[in-house]
């Protein structure tokens, strides 16, 4: 599997007008937020899922059976989002440990809720045998090739409203967003996959050169919890030369409550993971280096905010 910028660029394509083109905040002179918690459902995913899906009703295997997905709720309500307004139905499979704020929100979308296992990995494996008994899409979380490329608009969008900019820095889970939007920067700037040091996915596949399992825990791993980083990504980060940097709990934490102080973001834990690599130190920024932030999802308890 590959993805590539013609994909991504076909991604734009077949999406607009389905998804936001989410502002940018210049927050210091060096620091720019891309607001893609804005985004529907609160989360980047729609973009990756309706190009999921529009390009499976192209190509005729969305049939009315619908879409499957596993998740750990941010996905899950992007393809329930998208299911609902292509009028086909959705059943999403998310861990038992998924937030209660995001299974009640799966449900006001319509979408059939069935929570399996403690983690992601067992919620995937069951999802897996559901859409092949039932016939339905799978929509992958993050390694499909139509869900990379709807991911990467998010850079497209980013070089479209920014002068220049240095670096990216990108929150990691299964990949996906990252590789998306490594594919469609390029060489222009350099892309910085920030992961918690209790779900390390990137960083452990970069050290053993190939994806590898890793123990996941800790406040993010409700949307940063795969146990992997998918092939997909793997691929991207090895060509595009992504670099890797870890955060630990305490950064993590400290982060979202800074976003939610000095600017009023209500970002889970997952998207605060990204702005901790520079609040914490843990990524020591060159002089005059223009870099972007990507805030990539909102779906929190906000009663843990103060």
Known sequence: ?????????????????????????????????????????????PRGMFNRLLAAKEDGSLTGVGAVTASG?????AVAYAARELGVPARIFVPESAPAAKVARLK???????????????????????????????AHAYDQPEVVAGQGTLGLEL?????????????????????????AIGDRAQVVGVEPERAPTLARALEAGQPVDVQVGGVAADSLGA??????????????????????????????QELWREYRLATEHGAATAYAALTSG?????????????????????????
């Open 159 to 183: 070089l479209e409203q920014l002068d220049g900019f240095d670096t990216v820095f990108v929150a990691v889970g299964g990949g996906g967003l990252v590789a998306g939007i490594a594919t």
């Open 108 to 138: 006001t979308l319509d979408a059939d809720v069935v929570q399996v296992g403690s983690e992601y990995a067992e919620a995937y494996a069951a999802a897996v045998v559901a859409a092949e008994e039932s016939g339905a899409l799978f």
């Open 282 to 306: 843990a990524y020591q920024p060159a002089a005059d280096e223009r870099i972007v932030v990507v805030v990539c999802g909102a779906n929190t308890d906000l009663g843990t905010l103060s």
């Open 1 to 45: 599997m590959t993805v590539t910028r013609e994909q991504v660029e076909q991604a734009a394509v077949r999406i607009d007008g389905r998804v936001r083109r989410t502002p940018v905040l210049r927050v210091s002179e060096t620091v720019t937020f891309k607001l893609e918690l804005l985004q529907h459902v609160g989360s980047f995913k």
């Open 73 to 77: 709720g941010n996905a899950g309500l």
């Open 227 to 256: 146990r992997r980083i998918g092939e997909i990504a793997f691929e991207v980060a090895t060509h595009e030369h992504i670099k890797s940097v870890l955060v630990d709990e305490d950064a993590i934490v400290a982060a979202r």
